[in-house]
């Protein structure tokens, strides 16, 4: 993340000279067609086409880059410089040392991925065999199970939370992770299992049947054949549970209130609100946060654009 | 009875995981909403441990009372007009961005793949964070009025101005949503056979001719799952005008989900039932949206 805006600018511009010929590059000049202009090729811009193309995307590129990396930016300034607008004068690592070891950071850190891997863990293996099976079988109750699924996405947060809440309340969970999970678990299910399903539509029946001819189960063909075909599908919904664990903020902030007990997305917040503006230690923080994440997010992300297309466009 | 058992056992033993949990989790807390919004609990009649003791629960049963009080009231309404702004501005800019820039993708040209993975950047950092991110560069003190100043204008009091507040929570709701459309529109926009655009360019067809005729109806199917999951995210995104805003200046950025948010676990004395009543009234109109964008589709001649 740290040399990517750079990155933008060393390949980005692709001086007007060289974007002129995209692809295979164009032999000799064609001659010029009635009117004086060149005959161009199917497909090929001319040069100020790809001119405008390239700043186009660079443009998007800078604003799209630009927030987290000026995140990252302010992250290194001394406390009391966070909002000079020099890119390093006086470079520091203060701010992490300080969030590392006068605030709760690590505690947060843990309690997030104990959620975290609680959340995929279960989310995506309980959706796994339900996808398969809405793949796969045709069985009574079917549709309803379908349309379930899709409805419970469309579920405002505010419809459950006071409920939720309450129930939690009763059962001692408020300000523990389990409750957390459970709640997270309400998100990443239904999702999942759609995905899931749409996944398993990809993979050829015939897999299956060849399981079943050589004598597996159900359940055998399911876990030994059609599971590791289903890789990509797997880390599409793990993305997803994941992306729900660590980074949701209104169940995390109204379920978690003791010091102790607050998630990353909770507790990013106690840095910065009508009390206190330590922008020194948010910057530092947010980054602690961001990298775990976008790690996860390099790992997906291949799955990410073929999988987001298969599993829950088509289907 | 038997022989459905018999035959049908094992799709029942996979999906009886996700049933139990939808339904104990999902569709118990569901009921109990619906039923909390019909009755007048609030923090003070709720059941509660206090130390070792625990109260029990005293509220009652009110009918449609608190629905009646909502729907009559000028707040409810007030954020409604606010949420469809945000939600209409948002996924058709989103959209429209996302659209655009994945044309832009789908064409030879140099450096592409970076292009795409410095484009989806904002997917793989926490929404949260780059909330703070810009929340940042929002500040008084922050880089876009620095900028300002140094260009001689004066600088804008970005987030306790309502206007400019509203601008700027759609503006970082879009930023966030376009890396998805991106990628969505940019797998419909590849799998459109180049011999379509050819065709059309022998007959003569314009660029902008080629994108309305042949793009956009190919691009349908995709395009209308995306449209309607982001409106009905955008319509429930909580966390960008809590974090951004938090609603403000004076509750003018708060959309009905935070606002529901609000009654139950911001202000004082926490208002359980109200909360509930709001969170059932969005619901109702995410459901109605999306049974008339389906009967919509349909009328089109789409088969979704």
Known sequence: ?315 | MRRALSKHWYAWTMIAPVVIVIGVIIGYPLARGVYLSMTNADERNVERTIGARTLEATYEFVGFDNYVEVLTGDAFWGRMGWTILWTVSCVTLTFAIGLALANMLNRKVRARALYRVLLILPWGVPAFVSIFAWRLLFNDDGVFNGVLTGGGVEGVTWLEDPTWAKIAVIAVNVWLGVPFMLVATLGALQSIPGELYEAAEMDGAGPWQRFTNITLPSIRTVSSTVILLSTIWTFNMFPVIFLLTQGGPYGSSEILVTEAFNLAFVRSPRDFAGSATWGVLILLILMIFAVFYRRSLRKQGEVW
């Open chain 1, 1 to 315: 993340m740290t040399e990517m805006p750079n990155h933008a600018t060393d390949t980005g511009p692709a001086t007007p000279a060289e974007a002129t010929t995209p692809g295979r590059a164009v032999p000799a000049t064609p001659p010029p067609g009635p009117g004086g202009k060149r005959v161009r090729k199917r497909g090929e811009r001319g040069p100020l086409a790809s001119l405008a193309l390239h700043l186009g995307l660079l443009a998007a590129v800078v604003v799209a880059v630009f927030p987290p990396f000026w995140l990252l930016v302010t992250s290194f300034k001394p406390r009391n410089e966070a909002f000079g607008l020099d890119l390093v004068k006086d470079f520091t690592t203060e701010n992490y040392t300080h969030v590392l070891g006068e605030t709760a950071f690590l505690t947060w850190f843990g309690n997030s991925v104990l959620v975290v891997v609680l959340t995929v863990a279960l989310g995506v293996f309980i959706a796994s065999t339900t996808g398969y099976a809405l793949s796969r079988f045709k069985f009574p109750g079917m549709r309803p199970l379908l349309w379930t699924l899709l409805i419970t996405q469309m579920f405002p947060v505010a419809v459950l939370i006071v409920p939720l809440y309450n129930l939690m309340a009763k059962f001692q969970l408020l300000n523990q992770p389990i409750g957390l999970v459970i709640t997270y678990l309400t998100i990443a299910v239904p999702f999942c299992a759609w995905m899931m399903k749409g996944f398993f539509d990809t993979i050829p029946i015939s897999i299956d049947e060849s399981g079943r001819v050589d004598g597996l189960s159900p359940f055998g063909t399911f876990w030994r054949l059609v599971m590791p075909l289903a890789k990509p599908g797997i880390a599409v919904t793990g993305f997803y549970s994941f992306v729900t664990a660590w980074a949701e903020v209104a169940y995390a902030s109204a379920f978690m209130t003791g010091e102790d007990e607050l998630t990353l997305a909770r507790g990013l917040q106690t840095f910065v609100n009508q009390y206190t503006q330590d922008w020194g230690s948010m910057t530092a923080a947010a980054v602690l946060i961001a990298v775990p994440a976008a790690l996860v997010f390099g790992f997906a992300q291949r799955y990410l654009i073929s999988g987001m297309t298969a599993g829950a466009v088509k289907s």
